[in-house]
């Protein structure tokens, strides 16, 4: 039997097949640029069309001057685009895939443009930004369902198999299906159409008219709130009303169900590691009942083909929808169908690449070097030249890398570990409440290295003598970095506790419960990012009371926004004290002086236990210096400390280029 045989089964989707149940959901990539269709822009559907998906679904396409955000949302409301549409349309079905189009517009969430007017369904602001949009009337309500269908009908001359409506997430379209966003009261609200009767004319409007425009064999999508997570929105019950009603006109061939909008409810929108595998399957299973026969898809923190196989055999989706999983592995579904899921990129939910791209960079990944580039579905490393002897001193991530990736080259590599076990710092992550699945990328390197043949050198901190033994070609230092002390702290202040050590320690007292400690800890937090704020669940855990002091204004300046909400969410459940704009300067006889970084006024903490610090780290780099003549190439945190991303793509560079 094949692998996975309910998930790599066909599925009829309006009157066009597709080959799997496999779907690359609509991906903001940002690799548009000054609204047009770039090289990049179309390889990330094709690749991902060559590595086996079946549905693919296009990022926001805008159908409206009016919905024009930044640049790097590509428009197709003009014939800017028309070229790279067919390009990409040909190319998606030739490699065997449906590509379908998400046609987009914000309606009150239109935050980037200086004059391009945000317009709304009702008077209310949006939840993000408090921005009050200009209220449609009907006429404008009407000519913007003309423009979906216009967008549709260029998609439809240019190949696309069909479109997508995205109507999650709080944009226009959900805009006038949720009854908390849409107060109207005429024939597009609860006022005059009666109730969903009403909310629902617009999407109904869009879908009719395509339909008349491209026929029958044109498949028309459509993306709505599955629980929008607001008193008075869209709940469970109201989108199975709503998926009823949209489902009887027949002009919809699928649906897709997000969680969320732009209030703190956008957690959910991409659920990270602290939500179970699968944490929304439920609701596309409540969702096929009220669909009658039309396709559901299934979405939200979907990553391992075991977890795909189950939704589809088990009824919760006839599709299933992973963008995470894509991003890491453009070939997900071509290993996944032949058994090879343990050479799938992991990925990890932490969301790192939907905090890029929501800070306006173009989409990455941690360890996917070849995101968007020609070949990518197909990635391969070249055979080295000469086949040399490298020494790898550091097993973390970015010496994970390098050294699987230069053994997979031919060359003969040995890797350095201080630890037993490899991983570095990323294994104390992994360490932390809910950030086990941290480990995923640490194993994936592990089997990479195990495969090629990496000879392994671990528990002992490797010197110079140790390295120049192997009599290497080349070497390559990934030696890492650690936490300094609190620059303005008393130089002769009672001793503070680094994070990482307190995390080393706590991972060897498994078990433990809230209070195991007891008393009170501060935890002196420059760094921002999430491993320091699992370090806080962990003390907070393990402390009666935990007070976090920043010198920034706020807090986890460093992670994803819906990520960010999580963090927000954990702390103030757990009772943490969260003082701001305070710098760390004395500790002693377990009193705590911090100081207002504005007014430079005092705090005094009494009866403070445990003061924890997680800073700027410095460069373990001693070793740079030290191997004569031979040459050394530092990487990872050893030679800038950043992020993983950095760590990895350094790693994989440097072992794809000796």
């Known amino acids: 039997m094949a692998a996975y045989p309910n998930l790599f089964s066909p599925l009829k989707i309006g009157t066009r097949q597709s080959r799997n149940r496999v779907a690359v959901p609509a991906t903001l990539t940002n690799f548009g640029q000054g609204n047009r269709i770039t090289d990049r822009w179309q390889n990330y559907l094709i690749e991902r069309a060559k590595g086996g998906a079946g549905l693919i679904v296009s990022e926001i396409i805008a159908v409206d001057p009016e919905a024009i955000a930044h640049g790097a949302v590509v428009t197709g409301f003009d014939d800017r685009n028309d070229g790279g549409f067919r390009q990409v349309a040909a190319a998606v079905h030739d490699a065997g895939a449906l590509l379908v189009g998400q046609l987009w517009h914000p ?8 004059t391009k007017s945000p317009m709304g369904v009702s008077e209310q602001p949006d939840a993000l930004s408090w921005t009050v949009p200009h209220v449609m009337s009907a006429d404008q309500v009407a000519r913007v369902a003309a423009a979906y269908v216009a967008v549709a009908e260029r998609l439809h001359r240019c190949g696309f198999a069909g479109i997508e409506l995205h109507g999650a997430h709080g944009y226009l379209i959900g805009q006038f299906l949720s ?9 597009y609200g609860d006022g005059g159409g009666g109730g969903i009767e009403g909310r629902t004319r617009f999407a109904r409007d869009i879908a009719s008219g395509i339909r008349r425009t491209c026929g029958a064999d044109f498949i028309i999508g459509l993306k709505m709130p599955g629980d929008e997570g607001v008193p008075g929105g869209i709940d469970v019950d109201e989108a199975a009303r709503l998926t009823e009603r949209l489902a009887d006109t027949k002009n919809f061939d699928y649906f897709a169900y997000g969680q969320g909008n732009f209030t703190l409810s956008l957690e959910t929108h991409v659920p990270d590691l602290h939500f179970r595998p699968g944490h929304f399957k439920d609701i596309p299973k409540r969702m096929r009942a009220a669909a009658g026969g039309i396709p559901v898809m299934a979405l939200g923190r979907i990553g391992e083909p075991d977890l795909a196989e189950t939704i589809v055999a088990e009824g919760y989706g006839d599709l299933v929808g992973m963008t995470r999983a894509h991003i890491a592995d453009a070939a997900w579904a071509r290993k996944a169908e032949a058994g090879r899921a343990e050479d799938i990129r992991p990925t990890v939910f ?3 690449a939907w905090g890029e791209i929501h800070a306006g960079k173009p989409l990455a990944e941690h360890h996917n070097p070849y995101l968007g580039l020609v070949g990518e579905a197909d990635a391969s490393l070249p055979p080295a030249d000469a086949p040399k002897t490298i020494a790898v001193v550091g097993a973390g991530p970015a ?31 992994c360490q932390l409440p809910a950030r086990s699945e941290i480990a995923k990328i640490i194993a994936y390197q592990k089997r990479m290295a195990d495969r090629h043949g990496v000879s392994l050198m671990l528990g002992r901190e490797a010197g110079a003598e140790d390295v120049l033994r192997l009599i ?18 008393a130089a002769d202040a009672d001793g503070v506790t680094d994070g990482l050590a307190f995390i080393r320690d706590q991972a060897m007292k498994k078990g433990k419960k809230r209070g195991a400690i007891g008393g009170t800890a501060v935890l002196f937090d420059q760094d921002h990012g999430p491993t ?3 370090l806080a669940d962990m003390l907070a855990d393990r402390f009666e009371r935990l007070i976090l002091i920043t010198p920034r204004p706020g807090i ?3 992670v994803n926004y819906c990520s960010a909400i999580g963090v927000h969410r954990r702390l103030h459940g757990a009772g943490v004290e969260i003082l701001p704009s305070h710098d760390l ?12 970084v504005f007014t430079d006024e005092n705090k005094t903490l009494n009866a403070i236990d445990e003061v924890v610090f997680a800073t700027p780290r410095l460069a373990n780099d001693a070793l740079a210096d030290a191997f004569g003549a031979i040459p050394v190439h530092s990487i990872g945190d050893c030679l800038s400390p950043r992020n993983l991303m950095a760590a990895i793509h350094g790693g994989h560079i440097v072992g794809a280029a000796l």
């Open 472 to 489: 290497p070609d080349v070497i390559v230092l990934a030696t890492g970095a650690g936490l300094r002390r609190p620059m303005n702290l």
């Open 179 to 187: 009854p908390w966003s849409n107060t109207r009261d005429d024939d």
């Open 532 to 534: 320091t704020y699992g």
């Open 399 to 429: 010496g994970l890398e390098a050294a699987w990736v230069a053994a997979a080259r031919g060359h003969r590599v040995t890797l350095f570990g201080a630890s037993a076990d490899m991983g570095g710092k990323l294994a104390l992550d």
């Open 107 to 114: 309606g009150r969430q239109q935050l980037w443009h200086p």
């Open 350 to 352: 932490d969301n790192w």
């Open 556 to 558: 986890a300046q460093n």
């Open 585 to 596: 300067i004395d500790y002693r006889g377990g009193d705590v002086i911090c100081r207002n």
